[in-house]
């Protein structure tokens, strides 16, 4: 079932030109890394906040609401130019099991962002004692982890 | 330069690398984590200057409070950076995209230093103030899209196939 989702994914025409044209692929790929780049920034900015280092003058739901925006912004550019890598190596990805780490751990990195992250960090500050800092240190844990299974992907498989 | 590059190439050390089958793997992805924090919190002053975010954010604090940490990511980007090129140097020589990039953190790191100690010194009168001055504005563009193309060229770097046809006829590699 699964299986034939991906294959079917692999046989799109666009997946074709997306093999067939030379710059398709690197291009797409450096725009990918360009969006981790606003994407890490954006997510270090606050998650070091709630570590208690950084910017601790500027009030912590302050700053979280700014970078709200930049991060799902930017994880709309990673998925956009991440999705198209999907279809035109789908075969590749389906075998790979950094790929499924990678995809289980974005889930459970938004599920956690939209659920406790955002809680804790536009919440009234000092209210919650040491949760700021679990959720800062799990954060940053969970999206340095995908970046790793990421680049293995390409590397390992 | 060629010569250095190719008595690296000999190293009984850069051998060891080379054929190390970790060491590769290990050392690209300690290269773009590390990337990610150096490039994306100095992306977020880029902007800051530039007028696109962090506005209530006093322009003072981020070199105090963020520079350590986007210094500590260059740091580790500069090592496993150079561990690569001592691995592979001759694989790497010949290649555009390398020199680019090379090129583009020289140019970067002057428009750092240049800001740092010119524009940068009036930032008592603007700190605050939603006016930054042109100067700093031009910097941050500068700056954001100097490292944004050394982070296109450091994956380029991957595609030796596909060099400008100038740079090939130059027949660097062979
Ligand atoms: C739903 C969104 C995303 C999709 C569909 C996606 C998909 C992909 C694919 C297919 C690759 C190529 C892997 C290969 O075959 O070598 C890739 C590379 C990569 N992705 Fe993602 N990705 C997404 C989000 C993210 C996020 C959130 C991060 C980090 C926080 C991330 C970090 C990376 C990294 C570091 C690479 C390796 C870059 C390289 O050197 O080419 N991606 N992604
Ligand atoms: C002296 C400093 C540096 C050296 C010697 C260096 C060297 C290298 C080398 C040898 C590679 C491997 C290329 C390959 O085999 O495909 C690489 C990859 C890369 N570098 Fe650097 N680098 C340095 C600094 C930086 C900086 C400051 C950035 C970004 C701001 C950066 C971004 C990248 C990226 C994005 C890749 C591609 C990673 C990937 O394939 O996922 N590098 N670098």
Redesign the pocket.
């Known amino acids: 079932m699964l299986q034939s989702f991906f294959e079917w994914m692999q046989g799109l025409p666009f997946s074709a030109w997306m093999l067939e044209e030379t710059w398709a692929s690197p291009i797409i ?1 450096c725009a ?2 360009v969006a ?1 780049v606003g ?2 920034g954006a997510v270090l900015v606050v998650d070091m906040r709630l570590l208690g280092r950084g910017l601790i003058k500027t009030p912590l739901n302050q700053l979280a609401r700014e970078m709200d925006r930049w991060m799902i912004w930017s ?1 709309v550019a ?2 956009v130019t ?2 198209p ?2 279809l035109s ?1 789908a075969l ?2 389906y075998y790979s099991p950094f790929f499924w780490w ?1 995809i289980q751990i ?1 889930v459970i990195g938004l599920l956690f962002n939209f659920t406790i992250r955002r809680r804790v960090a536009f919440a009234e500050e000092g209210t919650l004692g040491h949760w700021p800092k679990v959720v800062g240190f799990l954060s940053i844990g969970i ?1 340095t982890s ?2 790793v299974y ?2 293995l ?2 590397l390992l498989s | 330069m060629r010569s250095l590059f190719e008595w690296v190439d000999a190293l009984p050390s850069s051998i060891a690398l080379r054929e190390s089958l970790n060491a590769y793997p290990t050392m690209l992805t300690i290269h ?1 984590v590390s990337m990610c924090l150096f490039a994306g919190l100095i992306a977020y002053w880029d902007m800051r200057l530039i007028g696109f975010t962090l506005k209530k954010v006093p322009v003072s604090n981020i070199p105090t409070r963020l520079f350590p940490w986007a210094l500590t990511g260059y740091g580790i980007n500069l090592i496993t950076g150079a561990l690569l090129l001592y691995s592979q140097p001759m694989r790497y020589y010949g290649n555009f995209y390398f020199w680019a990039k090379m090129a583009l953190m020289l140019v970067a790191g002057i428009n750092m230093f240049w800001f740092h100690y010119a524009t940068y010194k009036s930032v008592q009168a603007w700190d605050q103030g939603r006016e930054i001055p042109l100067n700093a504005r031009l910097a941050g563009v500068v700056s954001l899209v100097l490292w944004a193309a050394v982070v296109v060229t450091g ?1 380029m770097m991957a595609y030796s196939g596909l060099m400008p046809g100038w740079w090939n006829n130059l027949n660097i590699g062979a």
């Open positions: 790929q990918h890394l981790l994407f890490a994880f990673l998925f991440g999705a890598q999907v190596t590749k990805q990678k974005i999206w995908v970046s990421a680049r992907i390409g | 773009v994956r």
